[in-house]
């Protein structure tokens, strides 16, 4: 895996670079990452924020806040995705998409009681979050 990774919103117009290797790639199942992504399920690859920077097109990065631990960005030509800054975890989700040149090689499934895609993938289905980030850390079963 080469070290530096570039993605783009949907017009490319916002380009963001993150470097190094994620801390964490996975599916969130959760009710506003669903909305938010408009799909039964949410990609994730999570860095430590000095790892993700964007290169192109700053200004016309958009910010929505719906609660404390989501600072979700997005381009405000297009409106296409980028990020989500997770302050709570001290960690920043690129999503998976958003990122193409990444092999994206998920790791775990979180907020599995949420789900409305059941997936038969043989990785840890988490009831919340890891303990490590402050969730119950209850797996599910399959």
Request: proline share 8%; hydrophobic share 30%; charged share 20%.
């Amino acid at each position: 895996m080469t070290d530096k990774h570039t993605g783009r919103c949907f017009c490319g117009s916002v380009e963001v670079e993150v470097s190094g290797a994620p801390e964490a790639m996975g599916y969130c199942h959760c009710s506003s990452c669903r909305s938010w992504s408009a799909g039964p399920v949410n990609a994730f690859t999570l860095w430590q924020p000095q790892n993700v920077q964007v290169t192109k097109g700053a200004e016309h990065v958009g910010r929505f806040m719906k609660n404390p631990t989501s600072g979700r960005q997005f381009c405000k030509k297009c409106g296409g995705h980028i990020m989500t800054d997770h302050p709570t975890f001290g960690l920043v989700d690129v999503y998976a998409a958003t990122i193409p040149s990444l092999p994206f090689t998920p790791g775990v499934h979180v907020n599995y009681t949420e789900t409305v895609l059941r997936m038969k993938d043989g990785l840890p289905k988490m009831k919340d979050f890891p303990a490590e980030l402050g969730g119950s850390g209850e797996a599910l079963p399959e």
